[in-house]
């Protein structure tokens, strides 16, 4: 009786690692469709793209070197006379307290500074790169061009050198529209629209009828 149990067993035991050893065979032959290489796949594509490409110091995009380099201006209070830089991950000083009048740093990594009287532009390491000078500034154009006022009341337009582009016979500047590089200025009250790029008037002091006049 024992011996009848015992060979079934036997076979039926044969038979189940048979299949087993079908099955794996089955499975390590197919490279596409087998669990394991899908799996080691997919850690290839991580190893050998995100990984490398952080190892191999892939250029960020324009968004996130700004967001990288965002330097924020601060104070520690509100009465605080002085005003520096703050890196905006870490919240640390990377320019510190020492002016009176503030800017945001522009795409191209300056920004305006200065004392109460007259404002210069830095770079991101709190260096001067135009000495304080001008008494009011508007922001850089396209074309690397400002309207600024100097200390002597006379508007100009400058590179990013500071080097004086063109001197302006106007006396106020009253709006500048940023996205058409033109400002509305004026010279004893008679309206005009000069390029910043230029200096030339795109509409005469006093308006077409006043120049044809």
């Not at 669990?35 to 995100?50: A, G, H, Q, R, Y």
């Not at 990594?109 to 000495?131: M, Q, R, S």
């Not at 016979?169 to 500048?176: C, G, M, N, P, S």
């Not at 590089?181 to 008037?201: C, K, M, P, Q, R």
Request: hydrophobic share 40%; with cysteine; proline share 4%.
């Amino acid at each position: 009786m024992k011996k009848f149990i015992t060979i079934p067993l036997l076979i039926l035991i044969v038979i189940s690692i048979s299949a087993c050893n079908l099955i794996v065979k089955e499975a390590g032959s197919s490279t596409q469709g087998a669990m394991f290489p899908v799996i080691t796949d997919e850690l290839k594509d991580f190893s050998s793209s995100s990984t490398n490409e952080i190892m191999q110091g892939e250029e960020l995009t324009t968004e996130e070197k700004q967001q990288e380099e965002l330097l924020l201006p601060f104070a520690k209070s509100a009465t605080n006379e002085l005003w520096g830089y703050i890196d905006a991950k870490t919240g640390e000083y990377v320019i510190p307290p020492m002016f009176e009048r503030y800017g945001p740093f522009d795409k191209a990594g300056y920004a305006w500074v200065g004392t109460k009287d007259l404002i210069g532009l830095i770079d991101k390491t709190g260096k001067y790169v135009i000495e304080p000078k001008y008494k009011y500034i508007y922001s850089f154009t396209s074309k690397d061009r400002a309207l600024v006022k100097d200390k002597n009341d006379i508007w100009l337009i400058i590179d990013r050198a500071g080097n004086t582009i063109t001197e302006l016979l106007i006396d106020k500047v009253h709006t500048v529209l940023k996205d058409q590089e033109i400002a509305l200025v004026s010279l004893n009250d008679i309206l005009g629209y000069i390029d910043i790029n230029t200096g030339a008037f795109i509409v005469p002091l006093g308006g077409f009828e006043q120049d044809n006049k």
